[in-house]
């Protein structure tokens, strides 16, 4: 999967708008054929401890309709940061375990990245 940063104002109350590419044939999108596009907002930054996220959807299906809140809690462990991520009213068409599934992965290139020495 690849990401397109389209828009991106990193402040509270500021927008962001992405797209997420699936790289299999096989995958599909919710709002094109192999991508998902949405409009984020930043509800809440505290500097270093949480992120709090709006999220809906770009689509014509109704079941992917709403918007879903992403909290994500930092926390200091040993010589790492913690991430904890809560995901809430994830709109009826969106498979929790698909979802966390994703995210997971995500996170795992993320911990790979930032575990690299330069």
Request: hydrophobic letters at 35%.
């Amino acid at each position: 999967m690849s990401m397109t940063i389209h828009e991106f104002d990193g402040r509270e109350g500021g927008r962001f708008r992405t797209s997420l590419t699936e790289g299999s044939p096989l995958e599909t999108g919710k709002t094109s054929t192999h991508t998902d596009t949405y409009d984020g907002r930043f509800i809440n930054l505290l500097p270093n401890e949480q992120v709090i996220e709006g999220v809906p959807f770009d689509t014509a299906d109704q079941s992917l309709e709403g918007e879903m809140t992403i909290t994500f809690t930092l926390s200091d462990k040993e010589d790492a940061t913690e991430i904890l991520t809560v995901h809430e009213n994830l709109p009826a068409g969106l498979s929790a375990v698909d979802n966390e599934t994703r995210w997971l992965l995500s996170l795992s290139k993320l911990a790979a990245l930032v575990s690299k020495k330069p």
